[in-house]
């Protein structure tokens, strides 16, 4: 049983260049979440979905867009990246609004 | 608004040294409130589960407790494995969007 699996775990990108993170879950959970997590600022909800073909903005939308086409997967894109989202992303997935959210292991990205 | 709010940031603590972590919350309508431990380089890994006040729940050396307002996670005699950052969280009002605190560092000196 993976859990929460996220690709790549590391990526370099340069400014302007564009890519998509993966998230797949095999819990069969309904809610998915993108996550960033940057040096004392904790973990911030980038965007987040309640179910296949759902999607909905969290604290720090902009510059990302996501897509949930099916249940297993949350894809998290950044159409021109900037230095400012150099960030470790983490996805995680739970199945219920007051149950535990399960964590990916997290994607490292730099952008310069 | 709701928030999730943790203190102290930083705790350094000897083996053996007993302490509290503190997690306060100010969501409406709380439906359930969660601590989690966060290894560097890994993502959080789900310790415990609170959704009423009195409640409590224990694991080896840690104890997490809920009032009305706020939960404190209790370390008694850590040890330096005990070291990580905690973290609490919490779902919204609706339940869909799920908060977390910035965390506490801890440190467990030998």
């Known amino acids: 049983n993976a859990g929460v699996t996220q690709t790549p775990k590391f990526r370099v990108l340069k400014t302007g260049q564009s890519m998509t993170l993966l998230c797949a879950q095999d819990m069969n959970h309904e809610y998915m979440y993108w996550y960033r997590q940057d040096p004392g600022m904790g973990l911030r909800l980038i965007h987040y979905s309640v179910g296949e073909g759902t999607t909905a903005k969290g604290e720090v939308p902009d510059g990302y867009n996501v897509s949930r086409l099916k249940k297993q997967n949350f894809l998290l894109g950044l159409e021109s990246a900037a230095p400012s989202q150099t960030s470790v992303y983490f996805c995680?997935?739970?199945?219920?609004?007051?149950?535990?959210?399960?964590f990916g292991q997290g994607t490292r990205l730099t952008v310069v | 608004e709701d928030q999730v709010t943790q203190s102290p940031e930083a705790l350094r603590l000897q083996e053996g040294e007993s302490s509290s972590l503190n997690c306060s919350y100010t969501?409406?309508?709380?439906?359930?409130l969660f601590w989690y431990r966060q290894d560097p380089g890994k993502g959080p890994e789900f310790l415990f589960t609170?959704?009423?006040a009195g409640e409590e729940k224990e694991k080896e050396r840690l104890k997490a407790t809920l009032t009305k307002k706020e939960s404190f996670l209790h370390i008694t005699a850590p040890k330096p494995e005990d070291s990580a950052t905690y973290l609490c969280?919490?779902?919204?009002?609706?339940?869909?969007?799920?908060?977390f605190g910035t965390g506490t560092s801890l440190t467990v000196i030998p």
């Open positions: 969280a919490g779902p919204s009002e609706t339940g869909n969007q799920f908060y």
């Open positions: 609170l959704y009423s």
């Open positions: 969501v409406s309508g709380l439906r359930g």
């Open positions: 995680a997935s739970r199945q219920g609004w007051n149950t535990e959210a399960f």
